[in-house]
């Protein structure tokens, strides 16, 4: 169950682009897009990463031009001191370090996110304590993480049934709507594992005792091709 009309900012391009041309525009676009773009965790944040790494190399090639004298006020030629260099040095560190840990915590919650998704888009699991099962991770945290992707799209005309411990979506058999119980919670499903289909690149959860096709384009998948 993708969304295909899952909302989209600036690109990575122009964002680079204004921080060139005009710094503050640029961070302004940069945070509306990681916080808007809340389906795209993992892109975003490794882009993210590069920002801050990017950052900490030109602060660091910075610091050296202060030390060596080669840093000079333009027009009068003085050296510029460390004293009047810090707040910038300072900014530059402390905006690398955010987008770095930034930037690793979104490409966490993406993989995390995608795992989920993996094992709802399989078909076979619908109750809550089946997903938590698979993932595998606590009910509550599986709670938490699944109402978060639907609020970012993820499952779109779904909600979850806390009455049910159920994850209610267009696709849940019916029968098992009214009777919360499916085939796929029953012991012996195993550990999903996160399998991206090599032909149309969909993420897919496959199970060591299932046979696995893709969902959306039918090709075979390898369990041993996990992530």
């Not at 897009?33 to 790494?53: C, D, Q, R, S």
């Not at 031009?65 to 006020?73: A, I, N, W």
């Not at 970012?152 to 267009?170: E, N, R, V, W």
């Amino acid at each position: 169950m993708r969304n295909n009309n899952r909302r989209k900012t600036r690109s990575w391009g122009l964002i680079v682009f204004m921080f060139i041309i005009f710094f503050p525009v640029g961070i302004y676009m940069m945070v509306k897009k990681v916080t808007t773009e809340k389906h795209n965790y993992i892109k975003n944040g490794k882009a993210l990463k590069a920002f801050g790494w990017s950052f900490f190399v030109m602060g660091t090639i910075f610091v050296m031009s202060v030390l060596d004298g080669s840093s000079t006020y333009e027009g009068s030629g003085e050296v510029v001191s460390f004293s009047d260099a810090f707040p910038i040095i300072a900014f530059f560190y402390i905006f690398s370090g955010v987008c770095i840990l930034k930037g690793r915590k979104y490409v966490k919650r993406g993989l995390r996110f995608e795992r989920y998704e993996a094992i709802v888009n399989s078909g076979k699991i619908y109750s809550l304590e089946g997903i938590a099962s698979a993932f595998p991770t606590d009910y509550k945290t599986a709670c938490k993480d699944l109402q978060e992707m639907i609020a970012a799209g993820f499952f779109p005309f779904s909600y979850i049934d806390l009455d049910k411990k159920m994850l209610i979506t267009p696709e849940t058999p019916s029968a098992r709507k009214d009777s919360g119980k499916q085939d796929a919670s029953e012991p012996g499903l195993g550990k999903a594992k996160v399998v991206k289909c090599p032909n149309c690149g969909a993420t897919n959860a496959v199970y060591s005792e299932a046979v696995a096709k893709c969902k959306y384009c039918d090709s075979l998948l390898e369990a041993n091709a996990a992530k």
